[in-house]
């Protein structure tokens, strides 16, 4: 069965900290991977990963893809309490739909 | 655009009770999809559409029905509400062509069932 892992779970960092957050993947068709920002109500659209993508950036921002190891991280640098949030990873599959990771809910505390 | 909307963004049902979430995207796109998202989980996969008069089941389908009649409306169905179905409700569209596939979300629809 398909499944995205992220870790952690949960992290409490203070502002200024960097912070890397985790997601692999088992899957069977691998076409892309997404990367999404939650804060009190829908996901918002982050990055998403291809073969032919493998590292995007957007301000503080940052995600790579490691389709050897079948993971990615997503990586903010000098966090501050905006960036309190879950973060939700899925990957596309061929089969037309997404699957979502459990999420990393992030707190960063002034 | 309007993007993605969903209504009504509260409901409270009753057990046994019926109720249909709208969704409506104006942005064209070919697929949706319907998700629910436990408290502390992440979002499960209802239905999804590929097109208009195409549905299929997602991971969670039981006790849900859905239906495309254009490319724009993709409304979803709850015969008999139990309350396993309390949840936050979120609606999505995508244009898949290439490698061109982000998820646009409406604002949710939480739903609790007593």
């Known amino acids: 069965e398909d499944k995205v892992v992220q870790s952690p779970l949960s992290l409490v960092v203070h502002e200024g900290d960097t912070v890397t957050l985790n997601c692999s993947y088992e899957?069977?068709?691998?076409?892309?991977l997404l990367w999404y920002k939650q804060e009190k109500k829908a996901p918002t659209f982050l990055f998403m990963l291809?073969?032919?993508?493998i590292e995007k950036k957007s301000g503080r921002l940052s995600s790579i893809l490691d389709k050897k190891e079948l993971s990615s991280i997503l990586n903010i640098t000098a966090t501050q309490t905006g960036d309190s949030a879950i973060y939700l990873c899925a990957y596309d599959n061929y089969g037309q739909n997404f699957v979502f990771g459990p999420g990393t809910r992030l707190s960063v505390l002034p | 655009n309007a993007g993605v909307t969903q209504t009504p963004k509260f409901r409270i049902l009753k057990i046994g009770q019926s109720m249909t979430l709208q969704c409506t995207q104006d942005?064209?796109?070919?697929?949706m999809y319907w998700y629910r998202q436990d408290p502390g989980m992440g979002l499960k996969l209802i239905y999804y559409?590929?097109?208009?008069?195409?549905?299929d089941k997602g991971e969670v389908p039981n006790g849900y029905n859905v239906s495309r009649s254009t490319t724009e409306d993709f409304p979803l169905r709850l015969e008999l509400a139990a309350p396993s179905q309390t949840s936050v409700y979120f609606c999505a569209s995508s244009y898949r062509a290439g490698e061109r596939n982000e998820q646009y979300f409406g604002p949710g629809t939480r739903l609790t069932v007593t």
């Open positions: 559409s590929v097109g208009a008069g195409i549905t």
């Open positions: 942005m064209n796109h070919n697929y």
């Open positions: 291809t073969s032919s993508g």
């Open positions: 899957v069977t068709n691998f076409r892309s």
